[in-house]
Nanobody, 129 residues
Framework: LVEMVESGGGSVQSGGSLRLTCTAT?????????MGWFRQAPGKEREGVAA??????TDYADSVKGRATISQENDNTLHLQLSNLKPEDTAMYFC???????????????????????WGPGTQVTVSS
């Protein structure tokens, strides 16, 4: 069991930046989990944005590649740096923890939301043109 809350969302103009933070609650830790950031816009399916494993290996959705950076500061804190934001980035952003998957003969941490078991309540990101 791991509990977390997101922060750092807000309203920003196109081209702006935001840094989202995911913090584990007291007694919780991200240790051993595959961590990731996800987003969901109204009427859209939840999609993976970025993932990071325990060794710092990262994976990004094509839609944010070059504009997003995921990092794990410590066992209790995760960040998502977003830059050059676009209106299409508008969504509720979620932090999540889950199990590793088995990919190409080894364990991996992916951006598939179906692999995640624990979710934060989300933080809204709104980008205006």
């Amino acid at each position: 069991l791991v509990e977390m809350v997101e922060s750092g969302g807000g309203s920003v103009q196109s081209g702006g930046s935001l840094r989202l933070t995911c913090t584990a609650t007291a007694g919780s830790s991200f240790t051993t989990y595959c961590m990731g950031w996800f987003r969901q816009a109204p009427g859209k399916e939840r999609e993976g944005v970025a993932a990071i494993d325990s060794e710092g290996n990262t994976d990004y959705a094509d839609s944010v590649k070059g504009r997003a950076t995921i990092s794990q500061e410590n066992d209790n804190t995760l960040h998502l740096q977003l830059s050059n934001l676009k209106p299409e980035d508008t969504a509720m952003y979620f932090c999540a923890a889950g199990s590793y998957s088995y990919c190409s003969g080894s364990w991996c941490c992916t951006t598939d939301p179906r692999t995640k078991s624990y979710w934060g309540p989300g933080t809204q990101v709104t980008v205006s043109s």
